[in-house]
C-alpha cells in the first residue's frame, strides 16, 4: 500500500496546485490516464501465500476473485475503515478464510451458514475471533447475539448463499443495516445467470428503498457494493491502482467504465482478452466515462 499512496500522493499534489490556481473541481486527465496505465507494483508475495494456502480448501473462490476480495480489503484498510466482518453462505470456509486474513485487532468474523459444512482447519488461524451461526440467512435477526446493537458495525459483508429472489433481497437489507462506514458488501455469482433473480433482487433492492447503497464495482463473479457518500473513495483507488493492484496479485486486469451519471457509475473489472492492450476498455471512445466526467 506504501507504493500506491506515494502514485496517489503525486496526483494529490498535482491537483491541489490547479484546484488553488483555477479553483474547478479536481479530476484526471487524459496524461494522469498515462500515467495509470504506468503504473505497476511489486508482486503482492504475501497475498500469494495466502491464496496457495486457501486453495487448498474445498469451495467456490477463484482466484479472480481472491485477488479482487484481497484487493478492495486493502483499499478499504487504506481508508482506516474498522468493524467487524459477516459472511453469508461459508460452505467450507474457502472465502471466509481470506476474510480472516484480514481480520485486525478488536476485529471479529462472523459465519452464517444454514448448513454446518465448515472445515475446522479453514479458520484454525482466527478461530478465537470466529463465530458460527447455524441457521438459514432468514432467521439472521433472531440468530445473531445482540443484532440490535451491531448495526453499522461490519466493515464487509459477503453474501453467498442461496440466491434466491426473497433471500438475496432479505439479505442484502440485513447488510445495508449492518454495514459500518466506509463498508463494502460483496455480492456472490452477480453475472451467473443460473442464478438470474440474484440480479433483480440487487438492483430491485438498490433502485426501490431509498437505499444509501450503489453500485461499485461489477465483475464477472462478484459486485461491490458500498455508500453512495464513500464511493468517491473507493473509486479513486480503483480507478489509479486496481489494475496495478490486481497485477501483483497475479491478474492481468482490464477496467471499463462506459457510463459516469447520477444513477450509475460503477466500474466493470475483469481479466484482459487476447489482443486488448490498454488496461482501459474503449479507452478513447470512453475516456470521459472512466475519468468520471457527468
Ligand atoms: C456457494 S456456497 C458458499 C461458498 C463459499 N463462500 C466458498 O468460499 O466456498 C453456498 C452456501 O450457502 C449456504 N446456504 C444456502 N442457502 C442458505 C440460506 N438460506 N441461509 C444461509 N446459508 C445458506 C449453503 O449451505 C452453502 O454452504
Known amino acids: 500500500m506504501h507504493a500506491v499512496k506515494q502514485f496517489l500522493?503525486?496526483?494529490?499534489?498535482?491537483?491541489?496546485?490547479?484546484?488553488?490556481?483555477?479553483?474547478?473541481?479536481?479530476?484526471?486527465?487524459?496524461?494522469?490516464?498515462?500515467?495509470?496505465?504506468?503504473?505497476?507494483?511489486?508482486?503482492?508475495?504475501e497475498f500469494q501465500k495466502t491464496a496457495e494456502d486457501i486453495e487448498r480448501i474445498e469451495g467456490m473462490f477463484s482466484p479472480f476473485s481472491m485477488a479482487a476480495v484481497d484487493m478492495m480489503l486493502a483499499f478499504q484498510e487504506s481508508l482506516e475503515a474498522k468493524g467487524d466482518m459477516l459472511e453469508i453462505g461459508t460452505y467450507r470456509g474457502k472465502s471466509a478464510a481470506l476474510l480472516g486474513t484480514h481480520l485486525r485487532d478488536g476485529e471479529r468474523l462472523t459465519l452464517v451458514d444454514i448448513e454446518d459444512y465448515l472445515d475446522p482447519a479453514a479458520i484454525s488461524g482466527f478461530k478465537g475471533r470466529t463465530e458460527f451461526i447455524h441457521a438459514p440467512s432468514s432467521k439472521l435477526r433472531s440468530g445473531m447475539p445482540n443484532y440490535g446493537a451491531r448495526r453499522s458495525t461490519f466493515r464487509f459483508i459477503h453474501i453467498d448463499a442461496s440466491h434466491g429472489y426473497e433471500e438475496t433481497f432479505h439479505e442484502l437489507a440485513m447488510a445495508d443495516e449492518l454495514l459500518a462506514n466506509r463498508g463494502l458488501i460483496a455480492m456472490d455469482d452477480f453475472t451467473n445467470l443460473?442464478?438470474?433473480?440474484?440480479?433483480?433482487?440487487?438492483?430491485?433492492?438498490?433502485?426501490?428503498?431509498?437505499?444509501?447503497?450503489?453500485?461499485?464495482?461489477?465483475?464477472?463473479?462478484?459486485?461491490?457494493?458500498?455508500?453512495?457518500?464513500?464511493?468517491?473513495?473507493?473509486?479513486?483507488?480503483?480507478l489509479k491502482s486496481g489494475v496495478a493492484e490486481m497485477r501483483s496479485r497475479g491478474i492481468d486486469a482490464v477496467l471499463a467504465r462506459t457510463c459516469y451519471g447520477p444513477d450509475y457509475k460503477a466500474f466493470y473489472l475483469r481479466t484482459r482478452n487476447p489482443g486488448e492492450e490498454s488496461i482501459f476498455y474503449g479507452k478513447e471512445i470512453y475516456m470521459n466515462q472512466i475519468i468520471g466526467i457527468g
Open 194 to 238: 443460473n442464478y438470474s433473480q440474484n440480479i433483480a433482487a440487487i438492483f430491485k433492492y438498490l433502485h426501490t428503498t431509498g437505499t444509501k447503497l450503489t453500485m461499485l464495482l461489477a465483475t464477472d463473479e462478484k459486485a461491490y457494493l458500498c455508500r453512495k457518500r464513500d464511493f468517491g473513495l473507493f473509486a479513486d483507488l480503483i
Open 9 to 45: 500522493w503525486r496526483f494529490e499534489v498535482v491537483r491541489n496546485l490547479a484546484h488553488a490556481i483555477r479553483g474547478t473541481r479536481p479530476t484526471p486527465n487524459r496524461q494522469d490516464l498515462q500515467a495509470i496505465e504506468h503504473f505497476s507494483l511489486p508482486g503482492n508475495t
